[in-house]
């Protein structure tokens, strides 16, 4: 897997992150949407990067002028329902793009720190021959990711898969790096040090989609 950390340069990604993670800034859920939109921006932005474009012809007012434009067809993927503002950011960049929507959650069948990855819901068009960027704000064991990635893609051979997530830990940068494609690319706006018993990223920021959307029951 080829990992890409924006947060080594000082850019305005940073601010974005740190305003993210602000407990004083966090109770206006209106905010916290709009910075992850915005970092989702810069994800599309610093992704388009590495995208094919092909020559072509534009004709203004003046003249005709040689240009380019994305070569490939883009769809672009949230992880339910935390990944929605950043999934907002992204195709109001990649604006063509077509949509698709997967969930995940953790299951405490027993009702302490053990968990399993459900998977219950899937709307995507077909993703073959296809540039696919899947959006989940939250790197934390990897789990999650991995899953909705196996979920998406069964039966499906998209041309590049480009992983969008704000904060990553490291054991969740491992688990994707063992269990994934050596092809895929992960774009990580920050990284934090570790994991905690309950496997919740230190310092991180707390629940995402709470954070965003309401807590959930």
Known sequence: MIVHNLYK????????????RDVTLQRDSMRF???IHRIGEVLAYEISKTLPFTPQTVATPLGIK????LADGI?????LR???ALHEGLISFFDDAENAFISAFRNHPNNDD??????EYKAAPSLTGKTVIIADPMLATGMSLVAACDKLL?????????LAVVIAAPEGIAYLEEHLPDNFHLWIADTDSHLNEKKYIVPGLGDAG???YGVKL
Not at 75 to 79: E, G, L, M, P, Y
Not at 114 to 119: A, C, K, S, T
Not at 154 to 162: A, L, M
Request: aromatic letters at 6%; a negative charge; proline letters at 2%.
């Open 66 to 69: 040689e240009t380019t434009k």
């Open 154 to 162: 069964e039966n499906e051979t998209p041309k590049d898969v480009h």
């Open 114 to 119: 053990y968990f399993e990855i459900v998977m």
């Open 75 to 79: 769809v672009v993927c949230s992880v």
């Open 9 to 20: 340069d000082n850019s305005i990604l940073n601010h974005f992150v740190s305003q993210l």
């Open 82 to 84: 935390a990944g929605l």
């Open 210 to 212: 709470d954070l965003a």
């Open 33 to 35: 949407r709009k910075n």
